[in-house]
């Protein structure tokens, strides 16, 4: 009878280490394409974890631009502390739809079915500069919003270009 008490014991433990570890490393390659339509879109689902106070962001969006117009290239930079991951969208500055694409840039993953990037590693990084492509048609206003994440646990969401 105590054999089996140990072994549930046993069990357990590699259960909740496994566990563990996976939740620590969850998206390392970034995002998943439902981050932008879940209940908290933008953020990311990391259990309990929320996101920081805008104000205390350590972290800039700036884009070279906010007027577009058909097929014109914007370059956004992300920049500030040491940060792990993103994930951007461009929106419409009048009607907030998701508009246009990013391109495919070194160690990143684009979402085109709802205009975003996100991070394609788990590397350190002190700054990422994006490239988004305007629509074939059209012209207006753009933003770009999302999240940053310093780590696992610490994240700003919600951050607006610049």
């Known amino acids: 009878m105590a054999w089996h008490a140990t072994i549930s014991l046993v069990v357990g433990g590699i259960t909740m280490t496994m566990l563990a570890l996976t939740t620590v490393n969850a998206f390392p390659d970034g995002a998943p394409v439902d981050a932008c339509v879940k209940e908290r879109p933008n953020q990311p689902y990391h259990g309990q974890a929320r996101p920081q106070p805008l104000s205390t962001s350590p972290y800039q969006i700036i884009a070279s631009s906010q007027k577009y117009t ?93």
């Open 70 to 162: 058909p097929g014109k290239q914007i370059s956004v930079t992300i920049r500030g502390d040491v940060f792990k991951g993103f994930f951007l969208q461009a929106r419409n500055a009048n009607t907030h739809a998701w508009i246009g694409n990013f391109a495919q840039t070194p160690n990143t993953k684009t979402h085109d079915e709802c205009s975003a990037v996100t991070h394609a590693d788990p590397k350190d990084k002190q700054e990422a500069t994006l490239i988004w492509n305007a629509p074939a048609h059209g012209g207006g206003q753009v933003y770009f919003t999302g999240s940053v994440l310093k780590d696992y646990a610490t994240f700003w969401a919600d951050l607006v270009s610049q």
